[in-house]
């Protein structure tokens, strides 16, 4: 069974920096595109950038870019997110997301709510 | 960047009624087109890919059709667990953006 694990809520200043996980579990972890999704409160999805472990190919939404970073360590089957500055605007809902075979995101995580508040 | 934009925003039906909600694609996406269900708190869930398949464990009342820029999801009769929001979301290039979703809610 396809796991992906994330961290729990976290309440942070702004200019704080963050690094979040999601560890995969039950599937070959360097063979698909993981990813994170955000989901800022009462709106919609976001793609912010997805990473293959097998090379680290990273990709990132033009959005994003520049933003945040994600990271994976295959050795342990965790991907990251990170910022080095966080902004109130940050604050959101964040999925790790996995895609499967048909190129959609067929696994995700519980999600990590990230507030920041000073 | 291609931009989706999902119609209706808000769609009001009761259960045994039919819906249909559509999704349209700034330029040609083929039928690269994806369909996810979210509920309240949850993360969303994959129901049809490439426009018209449906995911594993997605019932049959659940259906997609369309190609190139105009697609739609019909879910043939409404059970209570159906309403929720619905986010189209394409994959013919990076990044794969998401519509804004329907809310389907009960009348």
């Known amino acids: 069974e396809v796991q992906l694990e994330q961290s729990g809520a976290e309440v942070k200043k702004p200019g704080e920096s963050l690094k979040i996980p999601c560890k995969g579990s039950?599937?070959?972890?360097?063979?698909?595109?993981i990813g994170w999704v955000r989901q800022m409160p009462g709106k919609g999805l976001e793609w912010m950038g997805i990473i293959f472990p097998g090379d680290s190919d990273t990709r990132y939404s033009p959005s994003f870019q520049g933003q945040v970073t994600i990271s994976a360590d295959k050795s342990i089957t965790t991907a990251y997110l990170q910022w080095s500055s966080l902004k109130a605007s940050d604050t959101a809902m964040y999925y790790c997301?996995?895609?499967?075979?048909?190129?959609?995101?067929?696994?995700w995580g519980q999600g990590t709510l990230v507030t920041v508040s000073s | 960047e291609i931009v989706l934009t999902q119609s209706p925003a808000t769609l009001s039906l009761s259960p045994g009624e039919r819906a249909t909600l559509s999704c349209r694609a700034s330029q040609s996406v083929s039928a690269y087109l994806g369909w996810y269900q979210q509920k309240p708190g949850q993360a969303p869930r994959l129901l049809i890919y490439d426009a018209s398949y449906r995911a594993t464990g997605i019932p049959a009342r659940f259906s997609g059709s369309g190609s190139g820029t105009d697609f739609t999801l019909t879910i043939s009769s409404l059970e209570p667990e159906d309403f929720a929001v619905y986010y189209c979301?394409?994959?013919?290039?990076?990044?794969?953006?998401f519509g804004q979703g329907t809310r389907l809610e009960i009348k």
């Open positions: 997301a996995v895609h499967d075979s048909s190129g959609y995101v067929a696994y």
């Open positions: 979301q394409q994959r013919s290039n990076w990044p794969g953006t």
């Open positions: 039950g599937y070959r972890f360097t063979s698909h595109w």
